[in-house]
């Protein structure tokens, strides 16, 4: 389980627990180890020349991969993944 956090009635965030199952838990393992980040709080995304992606730079790889791999999403864009994310949560 993974504590995600959530806001309450008042606006303050409150921790919430997502159920993964065991297969999922070592595919985020394997990427984890092969990432190999620096520490818990450091960036993942990161450049061959070892800067941070800004969210439009992400964008604009997200838009390159829609009409490369020719996608039929309208919304294709870092917020439209985390809208969606927490719409299954």
Same mark, same amino acid.
């Given at each position: 389980?993974?504590?995600?956090?959530?806001?309450?009635?008042? $606006?303050?965030?409150?921790?919430?627990?997502?159920?993964?199952?065991? *297969?999922?838990?070592?595919?985020? !393992? %394997?990427? &984890?180890? /092969?990432?190999?980040? #620096? $520490? +818990?709080? /450091?960036? +993942?995304?990161?450049? *061959?020349?070892? !800067? +941070?992606?800004?969210?439009?730079? #992400?964008?604009? +790889?997200?838009?390159?991969?829609?009409?490369? &791999?020719?996608?039929? #999403? %309208?919304?294709?864009?870092?917020?439209?993944?985390?809208? !969606?994310?927490?719409? *299954?949560?």
């Amino acid at each position: 389980m993974v504590p995600m956090p959530q806001k309450c009635r008042i $606006g303050i965030i409150c921790p919430k627990t997502i159920r993964i199952n065991s *297969q999922l838990k070592r595919h985020i !393992t %394997d990427c &984890y180890k /092969a990432i190999n980040p #620096i $520490g +818990i709080n /450091a960036p +993942i995304l990161v450049s *061959q020349k070892g !800067t +941070i992606f800004t969210i439009q730079r #992400i964008n604009v +790889i997200l838009k390159e991969l829609k009409k490369k &791999y020719r996608l039929h #999403i %309208d919304n294709f864009s870092c917020h439209s993944f985390r809208k !969606t994310f927490g719409r *299954q949560v």
